[in-house]
C-alpha cells in the first residue's frame, strides 16, 4: 500500500539520549514535514522540506535535526532528548511545497516519551 | 499572532446533523483545509476551501466565509464511525499550515 512509514511507532527513551525517528514515502511526492502533536495544542511544524536536498525550520525546532538526502526518506534526530520533547510525532508528505502545496498525505505517528 | 478557534468538544446523537466552527485569525489566506484524525491514528484529508462558500462532498460539507474569517464543516446522516476529532487548518501568506487544536467529536446512539 502507498504511503508513509514511520519507525519506531512507539519509544522510551532516557533524557539526554539521542534518538532518529524515520520516515519514508514511496509517492514521489517532493515535500516532506515533521509536526509533533501534543494534547490540547495544534499540530506544530518542526522542520520541513520543498524537495531533496533542502530543508527549512519551522515553528518549533529547537533539539531537533532533519536531513533529506533523497526523495523518499525525511528522517528526524533528536541530539540529547529532553523531557519537553514527549510527543507524538507525525511525518508527512505533499506533492510540492510552498505555492503549489496540496494535501498531506501523513505517516501513523510514533509516540516518544522521554524519561 | 496567528490563531485558529475550534470548540473543544462535540456530542452529537447517530443519524443527526452537527456543524463544527472554526474561526482564525492568520497573516494572509491561502486556503482552509478540513481533517479527520481518529483516536490513534493519522489524519486524513476531508476538504478544501479557498473561496467563499459551500463545498459538498457526500454526508461531508464545508463552508467559508474569509471576510468573516469563518468556517465550519458540516456532517449530515451521522455514523458511529464518524466519532473522531476534526482538525481545522488554514495556509498562511508563506503557504505554511497554521492548525486548530481539533474538535472532538462524540456521537451517541
Known amino acids: 500500500t502507498a504511503g508513509i512509514t514511520q519507525a519506531p511507532t512507539s519509544q522510551i527513551l532516557a533524557a539526554g539520549r539521542s534518538m532518529t525517528l524515520r520516515c519514508t514515502q514511496d509517492?514521489?511526492?517532493?515535500?516532506m514535514y515533521w509536526y509533533r502533536q501534543d494534547l490540547g495544542l495544534g499540530l506544530r511544524l518542526i522542520h520541513y522540506?520543498?524537495?531533496?536536498?533542502?530543508?527549512g525550520k519551522g515553528e518549533v525546532p529547537d533539539g531537533y535535526s532533519v536531513s533529506r538526502a533523497n526523495t523518499d526518506d525525511f528522517p528526524l534526530t533528536l541530539a540529547s532528548a529532553v523531557p519537553s520533547q514527549t510527543s507524538v510525532y507525525f511525518c508527512?508528505?505533499?506533492?510540492?511545497?510552498?505555492?503549489?502545496?496540496?494535501?498531506?498525505?501523513f505517516g501513523a505517528g510514533s509516540r516518544l516519551t522521554v524519561l | 499572532g496567528q490563531n485558529i478557534d475550534q470548540p473543544t468538544e462535540m456530542t452529537a446523537t447517530e443519524g443527526a446533523i452537527v456543524q463544527i466552527n472554526c474561526t482564525y485569525q492568520?497573516?494572509?489566506?491561502?486556503?482552509l483545509f478540513w481533517y479527520q484524525q481518529h483516536a490513534g491514528e493519522a489524519p486524513t484529508f476531508l476538504s478544501y476551501?479557498?473561496l467563499d462558500g459551500l463545498e459538498e462532498k457526500g454526508r461531508f460539507s464545508s463552508f467559508l466565509s474569509r471576510s468573516k474569517g469563518y468556517s465550519y464543516l458540516l456532517l449530515k446522516e451521522l455514523q458511529m464511525k464518524d466519532s473522531a476529532s476534526y482538525l481545522c487548518?488554514?495556509?498562511?501568506?508563506?503557504?505554511?499550515?497554521?492548525w486548530g487544536a481539533g474538535t472532538k467529536l462524540i456521537i451517541k446512539p
Open positions: 508527512a508528505s505533499s506533492d510540492s511545497g510552498g505555492a503549489g502545496a496540496n494535501v498531506l498525505t
Open positions: 509517492m514521489r511526492h517532493n515535500a
Open positions: 522540506s520543498n524537495t531533496a536536498g533542502t530543508t
Open positions: 492568520t497573516s494572509g489566506f491561502n486556503g
Open positions: 476551501n479557498v
Open positions: 487548518a488554514v495556509r498562511d501568506s508563506n503557504y505554511q499550515l497554521i
